[in-house]
């Protein structure tokens, strides 16, 4: 199973932190990897023209954000970059794509 899901927070989506499951705003399934492209590249759509600032790293991994989204954190005694992830996985992992020799 495929899953696009999209999570807020401090942490750019390519890290995987122990917690980055409790950023999770929205998770959509599919049972095809097509059908689950289709409504990453969607939803991408849609937030590059919401978000000023874009970076993937990896495929299907990528982190939208406004400069001016900011928000304290208490861990650290500062203010920090908010970020809206994208992420397309599988049964919740991240999908390696093997290039063609």
Known sequence: MFQVITMFGFDEPWWFFDDWKS?????VDFDSMDEAVAFFEEQSNAFTT???????KR????AFWNEEQMDYCSDCGD??????GLL????GKEITVKKES
């Open 79 to 84: 203010d920090l970059q908010l970020y809206q």
């Open 59 to 62: 495929q299907f991994l990528t």
């Open 50 to 56: 919401e978000f000023s600032h874009q970076k993937s």
């Open 23 to 27: 950023h999770i705003q929205k998770t």
């Open 88 to 91: 397309l996985v599988k049964d």
